[in-house]
C-alpha cells in the first residue's frame, strides 16, 4: 500500500500522554438532566405491519416516506401503513444461492445521486428508483462481501464498512481500497464523520482516522488497484475505543472511552465524562439532531439524548435496551432502531400529565383553577389541596383540613376558595387559611363552584341545591325562585352582560340577570332558552365566546350552540365529533376550541364551527388528541366545576380519571400541510405500474379497460408528527360531484367506470384545517396530487360505434314500423285468404255431397220406382234391385262418414288420421279378398293435421286403393307410414302386374284402367303442398308414395 502523506513527527510518547491525561483531569462530570424536555414514546411492531422486531436502520428519501430495514426485509412507512418491499423471487445472494429467504438488511443508506441503498446480509446491494427494488448500478463498483455500515459525505463520496475489515471508498464511478495502519477486527463496524472540509474522519477501535480532501484528490489520480493506505492519527488514544459522529460545526463529536466532547484535529474539547455502560465500547450510534443535541444508540441502556450545551444528559423512552441506530426525520422526529423492540419514535412533550409519579398523593383530581399569582390549584381527593407553579408542585400544609379535596375556584381578590370534605374553606392572596365558613344553609356536597366577576361565589349541589353568597349570607333558590326541585346543577358560566347561567343535569338552562334583580326586588331564574324548544340532554359544561353564543356540553347528544339572537345548532357525531359526552369544554388561543368527553379529546377550529353554523360545512374537522402523543384511553371528568381551565400562558388543563392533563395548544397550529403520493394502483386486483410525479413533474394518464369492474387507489399522506390528525379529501372528477372525506384507511375503491377521462385529485390538510391545493375559485390542484385515469371504450363502446347503433336503431325502428305494418296487412290478407278458404272448403263439400250424394240418391230414387207389378214372378230381378238400393245407401252412409270425419276438430291430429286410414283399407281390402297389412311408429308423434290435408290425402289415399282393386290383380297391400323431422311420408305396395312400360308420372292414365286416378292422386297431394309419385314396386307390383312437408300439415 501505499501512504499518501508521512505523518508528522510525533510528540515523545511521555509528552502526547501527558497533554491528554491533562485534559481528561479538568473534564466534567456529565449528570442525568433534570430540566431537559420531556418526550413521548410511540412504538410499532409486527402486529402493524413491521417486517421484523429487530429494526437495523432507518432512512428517509427525497419524498418523505420513511424506510425501515429490519431482519426481515424492507418496509416502506407513511405514518399510518407499512408497504413492504423484497427482491424478486428468483434473485440470488453471492454464493448463487437464493436470497429470498435470508432478507435481512443491515444498513441502508440515502444517497443524493442513486437514491436509498440497501445492504443485505446475502451481500447484494439494492437500490430503490422511485418505482421499484432493483439492483444497484453502483454494487458493480464495489467488492463482492457483506457489508456492515454505510457512510456518504456532503459531496456526495460513498464509503462501504465490509464484515471481513475491508474498506472501500467509491467517488465519481470509481473505488479505492482504503487500508487503515491499524489491526482491525473483523465484524466490528467503523464509525464516521465529515470534518467539514470535504474530509471525514474514521474512528476504528483505539485508533483514530484522518481521510482529507488531498486524499481524495490522490485516491482520484491513482492508477491501478493497489489502494491507498491511511496512518493513524498522530495522538495516541492508548487502548480506549473510539467512535464519531459528524457535527454541524464541523467538529465531529468523539466518545473516547467514557469521555465524551468534541475533537478540534488536536485534541478534544468540552469534555464531559460520561457513565461507564455509555462509554465507546457500548455506543451503537451517534447522531447529532438538528438542535445540536447528542443522540447516544447503545448496546445494552437504550438511548441517550446529551444536550447540546452539554453537561447534562437524558435517557429517553424506548421498547428495548438495544438502540442500533437513531434517526431524524424532516418534521424533527427522533427514531430509534430496536433491537428487537420495533420501531420506536420519539417527541418533545407538549403535555404534562399531573398524576401520582409526578408526585401527587392521588391520581384523582376533581377540579382546577388559577389563582390571580399565576399559580395552578388542583383539588387532589386524599391528597388535598396542592399548587402548581412552573411545574413544580407544592402540598397544602399540615395545618389545612385534612378532608378529601372537591372543588377550587379562585377569588377576585388573590385568595381561593375550596372545598374539603363537606366544608368550604377560603384563603386570602397570601396564602392564609380563614376559619370554615359556618353558614347553616350551605350544602352538604358541593359539587360545582363558580365565582362571577362581581365576586359572587355560586354554589351547586344535589337535586334542587343551587345558592349563591350576598351580603346577607347564603342564600339559595327554591322553585318559587325559579329552580326546579327535582334538577341538580350541573354546570355555571356569565356571559359578558354579566348574567349567570346554570345547566342542570335534566337538560335544563336558567339564567339570572342582575339587572332584573335590581328592577324587581327579587332573585329569580328565568328560562334561557324559548319556551319551544326541543329538551336537551344532561348539561355537563358551559362555554360563552365573545359573540354572545352559549356553548353547551351534554351527556349524550354533543354540544348545542345557542347564538344570542336564539337560533340553535347541534354539534353530535353526524356533524363530526367523535363522541357525545361532553363534559369539559375550553377555547384557546389559536381560533381552536377543545372538548373533553368520556373517550378522549378533541379539539376543533372555530371558523369551522362558524362555517358550520351558516350551512356551508355539513361535518366539522375535529382533531384528537392521546394515541397520537402516547396516551391511550383518556376519560375526562364529569359532574365537577372547575374541572377544566385555561391559565393565563395559554395552556389548557383536563381533569381525567389518570390525572390532571396540562396541554399546550400549540401542538396544533397552522404549518405545512401533508405532502400526498399515490402509492399503488389496482385494478381488479392487478398492479398498474405508476411513475412517480417527482420524476414525471406529474403522474401521466394511466390507460384502463373499459371492462375494469374495481380500481383501487393506495396512497399517502405525510406525516409522521401526528399522521392521525392529517385530514385527506378526494374527488374523481367525472364521477364524484363534490370533495369527499377519506378517513384514515388511505386507501379508495371505485367501481367500473364508463369509457372516458376522469381525474383523481387527493388533498390533504394540516392539523389546523390548511389545505394543500389552492383556493377553490381557482379552481387549480397541484398536479403532484392528481392523476387521470383514461378508460379506453371497447370498439362497441367508441363514440363512432354508438353514432351507428343510433342510425342501426333508428332504420330498426323504421324497419319494425314497416314489418308491423306489413304484418298487419298480412293479417288482414290471411284473413280475407281463410275466409276464402272457409267459403272453398264449403264449396267442396258442397260439391262432394252434389257429386257423391247426390249421384247416390239419385240412384236410390230410381232403383225405388222399379215397378214388381210389372215382372211380377221375376224374383231375381226385384232382390238385385234391393240389394242394389242396400249397396248404394251403404255407400252414401260411407261418404257421409267420410265427410264428417274430415269436418270433424277431434281429429286433426297424425294419430287419428292413419288410425282412420287403417280402417277404412281394413275394410275396403277385406271387401275385395286382398290381405292388408300396416307398417306404422308404434308411437306417434302429436302432431296436428287440419281437415284439408286430412281430406285431400284421404282421397288420395282412397284412390290408391281404389286403383290396387280394380287394375292390379293384387293378393296383398302393404301400407307404411314413416315421419321424419322434415317429411311424413305414406307408401301403398301391391304385388299386383304392376306399370305397363309406356305408364308415366302422376298424372297421366294408368294403363290398366284408362282413368284420370293416378292423375287426382297428384293434384291431390300438390294441392295441398304434398307430391304423388308411382313407381314399380321391387315385388313386381305397384307402389304409390305419398308425401308431405311436416310444415304444411298444420296450414
Known sequence: MLPLFRPKPRLPAFATTLVFFSALIVCSHARPSESAAEYSLREWHGSDGLPDEVVHAVAQDAQGYLWVATEGGIARFNGLRFDNFAPPADATGLDGVASVGSRGVPAVVNHPEHGLLFAYSTGEIWQWTGRELRRAPVAALFSKGR???????????????????????????????????????????????DDGEGGVWIAARAALYHFRAQD????????????????????????????????????????????????????????????????AHFVHDLKEDREGNLWVGTRSQGAYMVRAGGGEYQLM?????????VFQDNEGNIWLATNGGGLNRLQSKRFRLYDSSAGLDDDLTFTVSEDN??????????????????????????????????????????????????????????????????????????RVMFVSRDGTLWLGGDAGELGRFTSGGFVTFTPGDGFPAQQRPGAIVEDAQGRVIIGTNRGGIFVFDPADSARDGVARLRPFRAPDSAPLAAVRSLLVDENGTLWVGTGGAGVYLVTADGREFCLDKNAGLPDAMISQMLFDDHGRVWFGSSHGIFSAARADVDAFTRGELSVVR??????????????????????????????????????????????????????????????????????????????PPVRIRSDARRIEVLFSALNFTAPERTTVRYRLEGFDTDWLAAGGARRLVYPRLYP?????????????????????????????????????????????????????????????????????????????????????????????????????????????????????????AQRACFDEIYTTTTAVTRSINEIVWALDARHDNLESMV?????????????????????????????????????????????????????????????????????????????????????????????????QGLANIGLRLAAIGGTAEVRNAANGGTEVALSIPINKIET
Open 147 to 193: 457489508i456492515a455500515s454505510w457512510f456518504v459525505q456532503a459531496d456526495g463520496a460513498l464509503w462501504a464498512d465490509f464484515l471481513d475489515g475491508r474498506l472501500e471508498y467509491a467517488r465519481d464511478g470509481r473505488v479505492t481500497k482504503v487500508t487503515l495502519g491499524h489491526s482491525l477486527l473483523a465484524g466490528r463496524p467503523l464509525s464516521f464523520s
Open 216 to 279: 481524495a484528490a490522490a485516491a482520484a489520480a491513482q492508477t491501478g488497484a493497489a489502494g491507498i493506505s491511511l496512518p493513524p492519527h498522530p495522538v495516541d488514544f492508548g487502548r480506549e475505543e473510539i467512535s464519531v459522529a459528524t457535527s454541524r460545526h464541523g467538529k465531529p463529536w468523539i466518545v473516547l472511552g467514557e469521555v465524551l466532547g468534541r475533537w478540534d484535529g488536536a485534541q478534544i474539547a468540552n469534555l464531559m465524562q460520561m457513565p461507564r455502560m455509555l462509554g
Open 317 to 325: 423512552p424506548a421498547s428495548h435496551r438495544t438502540v442500533r441506530c
Open 373 to 446: 399569582s399565576g399559580a395552578v390549584w388542583l383539588a387532589n381527593r386524599d391528597g388535598g389541596m396542592v399548587r402548581v407553579r412552573n411545574g413544580r408542585i407544592t402540598k397544602n400544609p399540615p395545618t389545612w383540613p385534612t378532608g378529601s379535596a372537591g372543588r377550587v375556584y379562585p377569588c377576585n381578590d388573590g385568595g381561593v376558595w375550596f372545598t374539603a370534605g363537606s366544608g368550604l374553606f377560603r384563603t386570602n392572596a397570601d396564602g392564609d387559611l380563614f376559619p370554615r365558613e359556618s353558614d347553616p344553609a350551605l350544602f352538604k356536597n358541593m
Open 622 to 699: 375535529t382533531s384528537t388528541f392521546g394515541e397520537n402523543e402516547g396516551l391511550d384511553h383518556i376519560s375526562c371528568l364529569n359532574g365537577y366545576q372547575p374541572h377544566c381551565w385555561k391559565t393565563r400562558d395559554g395552556t389548557l388543563w383536563f381533569t381525567t380519571r389518570r390525572g390532571v392533563l396540562a396541554i399546550d395548544p400549540q401542538i396544533i397550529l397552522p404549518g405545512h400541510a401533508a405532502p400526498v403520493f399515490i402509492d399503488r394502483l389496482y385494478v381488479d386486483g392487478k398492479p398498474v405500474p405508476l411513475a412517480t410525479a417527482r420524476d414525471s413533474g406529474g403522474y
Open 756 to 876: 372516458g377521462e376522469y381525474q383523481l385529485q387527493l388533498d390533504a390538510a394540516d392539523e389546523a384545517g390548511l389545505w394543500n391545493a389552492p383556493d377553490e375559485a381557482s379552481g387549480a390542484v397541484r398536479p403532484d396530487l392528481s392523476l387521470t385515469l383514461i378508460v379506453v371504450p371497447f370498439w362497441w363502446e367508441t363514440i363512432w360505434f354508438r353514432a351507428a347503433l343510433v342510425v342501426l336503431l333508428a332504420a330498426l325502428f323504421a324497419a319494425a314500423v314497416r314489418a308491423w305494418s306489413y304484418r298487419r296487412l298480412r293479417r288482414r290478407l290471411e284473413l280475407s285468404e281463410r275466409e276464402a278458404s272457409i267459403n272453398r272448403e264449403r264449396t267442396r263439400i258442397a260439391r262432394d255431397i252434389h257429386d257423391d250424394l247426390g249421384a247416390s240418391l239419385t240412384r236410390i230414387s230410381l232403383l225405388s220406382q222399379y215397378d214388381a207389378a210389372d215382372n211380377p214372378d221375376d224374383a231375381d
Open 915 to 1011: 288410425n282412420y286410414f287403417d280402417s277404412y283399407a281394413q275394410r275396403f281390402l277385406t271387401v275385395a279378398r286382398i290381405r292388408y297389412r300396416l307398417y306404422a311408429p308404434a308411437r306417434l308423434p302429436d302432431l296436428a293435421v287440419s281437415s284439408r290435408v286430412r281430406h285431400d290425402l284421404f282421397l288420395a289415399f282412397k284412390e290408391a286403393l281404389n286403383n290396387c282393386v280394380k287394375y292390379s290383380a293384387a293378393t296383398e297391400v302393404v301400407v307404411r307410414v314413416s315421419i321424419d323431422e322434415r317429411t311424413l311420408a305414406i307408401t301403398i305396395t301391391d304385388d299386383g302386374r304392376g306399370l305397363p312400360p309406356d305408364a308415366c308420372a302422376p298424372g297421366v292414365a294408368s294403363s290398366g284402367g284408362g282413368g
